[in-house]
């Protein structure tokens, strides 16, 4: 329903959260915590299967997806996916096959995974949470390959002055979450330190 609602409002991106299942199918849920709560479930076992994910109502109303069916819906209405929490692409090519890659945006939880996801044809984003910019630094040096994207969020200590600074000096692209409660002015900075913003609400305007 989430992802219906958010194609026919007109997002040309959205944002998924992986959780790999006992039987290996991805499942669409943050964690397991969550959604236990979510589904009025005490089941406190991991990992859970797909039956039983696919057993369960969320908020006694909405539908449990896997992967593969946001896969079939992209199929039918174009979408960039954008996937975070798993980022091993022995795991993720199970599921995404070469052809998609290209249109899947990858939050990369590490350096060997970024170069990974980019040698398997997928957009990968370097996670920059938690005011580790010098990380960003440190595999420019290292390994000398640009980083075309990096991703980080509202509830880190990255200021847009260091994000204004990483883009003058390595032409860096910024994908940028904002989670429930941010305090941040973001529309000033859509456009201009920001060039991907995924959240889970944003008042868009009929200028945006």
């Known amino acids: ?3 219906h609602n958010s194609v026919a409002i007109g997002f040309k991106y959205i944002e ?3 959780h790999l299942s006992q039987d290996d199918s991805l499942l669409c849920i943050h964690d397991l915590f969550e959604f236990n709560k979510m589904t009025n479930t005490s089941d406190k ?6 039956k039983e994910f696919k057993s369960r ?3 006694k109303k909405y ?3 896997t992967l593969t069916e946001i896969l079939q819906i992209q199929d039918k209405t174009p979408f960039t996916l954008v996937i975070d929490k798993i980022s091993k692409t022995r795991i993720l090519n199970k599921s995404i096959k070469p052809e998609r890659r290209e249109i899947v945006y990858v939050e990369a939880l590490s350096g060997d995974d970024y170069y990974n996801l980019l040698a398997n044809g997928y957009k990968p984003m ?3 949470y938690k005011n580790k910019i010098i990380r960003y630094l440190y595999h420019l040096i290292i390994h000398q390959h640009k980083i075309e994207w990096i991703v980080t969020s509202a509830d880190t200590e990255n200021d847009f002055s260091t994000l204004r600074l990483l883009k003058r000096l390595f032409g860096v692209k910024i994908a940028f979450f904002a989670p429930p409660g941010h305090s941040y002015p973001l529309s000033k900075h859509i456009g201009n330190e920001i060039d991907l913003l995924y959240t889970d609400y944003f008042p868009i305007g009929k200028d945006q």
């Open 16 to 18: 998924i959260d992986l």
């Open 45 to 50: 076992s991991l990992p859970i299967n797909t």
């Open 63 to 65: 539908t449990p997806l």
């Open 126 to 128: 370097l996670a920059l």
């Open 57 to 59: 109502i969320i908020y």
């Open 1 to 3: 329903e989430a992802v």
